[in-house]
């Protein structure tokens, strides 16, 4: 991953402390998938120092500062990740959050193939939906080599077969209908332009018709792009409609530059998507993984993870 600013601009427009949380779940990790991070930090002494590398706005690392205080065990918490994170920044309206997050140091900029710490200073180093999209054997030798003796590696990983996964690759075939396949948002602009010179000059019935030109090319692009979307997917072509529609139906001077900045958010969702597709691990992908794992001398364990029953991903785990 070269540049990250479909990354910086997801964590410091998204008020969710992690990527793939929505209401309840924008406020850091709950339910099962909690319980399992402080079984990890159970097993920490006090003054532990834990690092969660790709922490994103810092959802594991705001679950071990939990953790911590409620134990009475006061960790030392670093949170990295290669994209222009600002948790603080992210969350200032949240005076609650943002206590929380004062006493967590936040590293942006910083790939997890070079890490900023001292060899053998932390007790556990946390990854979740991150550490795959680094370059897995040198980003894995920087979270051995800062680990103490008998310090824990644990990443939650995607899976290629996941709900997660499976989803994000309907949205990625979708996207790329919207926005690589077709012409819709040229034809998109073309309405709009339309409707503006309309505007202009009601007195012109040649551009009342060209206008509803326009939209009839609009709506038979879009019917075509429905039908090469299965039902289950659905979800994915409304939203993209939904941000059109609301343009052409509450029409204003500003809907070009608005249609605009839709477009480029959409790429960028788009180039995250694509990202984690790369990123997930298959079954046979985790095969290999495992083999280089045994090559490289490291005692480990590779295994799938179910949250709530589902399969959410390939757990990795290491003890130095």
């Not at 008020?15 to 319980?35: D, K, M, P, V």
């Not at 299965?230 to 993209?240: C, R, T």
């Not at 993984?289 to 480990?300: C, D, H, I, P």
Request: proline share 3%; glycine share 4%.
């Amino acid at each position: 991953m070269n540049s990250t600013l479909h990354w910086d601009s997801y964590w410091q427009g998204s008020i969710s402390l992690n990527s793939f949380g929505e209401g309840e779940a924008a406020q850091g990790y709950t339910g099962e998938l909690l319980t399992f991070w402080n079984s990890c930090f159970m097993q920490l002494p006090k003054n532990a120092t834990v690092v969660d590398v790709g922490t994103g706005n810092g959802a594991i690392a705001v679950a071990a500062r939990k953790y911590s205080d409620n134990q009475q065990l006061n960790y030392t918490i670093h949170g990295t990740d290669a994209a222009k994170i600002s948790p603080l920044q992210v969350f200032a309206a949240n005076p609650q959050l943002t206590a929380i997050l004062k006493t967590i140091e936040f590293y942006p900029e910083c790939r997890t193939e070079k890490l900023p710490f001292a060899d053998a200073t932390a007790d556990l180093v946390t990854s979740q939906f991150a550490f795959e999209y680094a370059e897995r054997e040198t980003a894995l030798a920087e979270c051995i080599r800062i680990l103490k003796p008998a310090g824990y590696f644990t990443a939650i990983m995607h899976h290629a077969d996941s709900e997660i996964a499976r989803d994000s690759a309907a949205g990625l075939a979708v996207l790329t209908a919207f926005l690589k396949d077709t012409s819709f948002f040229q034809h998109a602009r073309t309405l709009l332009t339309s409707m503006a010179e309309q505007a202009r000059r009601p007195d012109k019935p040649a551009l009342a018709q060209q206008t509803q030109r326009a939209n009839q090319t609009l709506l038979s692009l879009s019917q075509q792009i429905k039908l090469q979307v299965p039902a289950e997917s659905l979800h994915w072509y409304n939203d993209v409609m939904a941000r059109v529609a609301k343009l052409i139906l509450h029409f204003s001077a500003a809907g070009l530059v608005q249609l605009d900045a839709e477009q480029q958010g959409l790429s960028l969702f788009w180039q995250r998507l694509s990202d984690q597709k790369q990123a997930s691990l298959s079954a046979a992908g985790a095969e290999q993984f495992r083999q280089s794992l045994t090559a490289a001398g490291y005692a480990f364990e590779l295994t799938e993870i179910k949250i709530e029953n589902q399969l959410f991903g390939w757990l990795l785990q290491i003890q130095k």
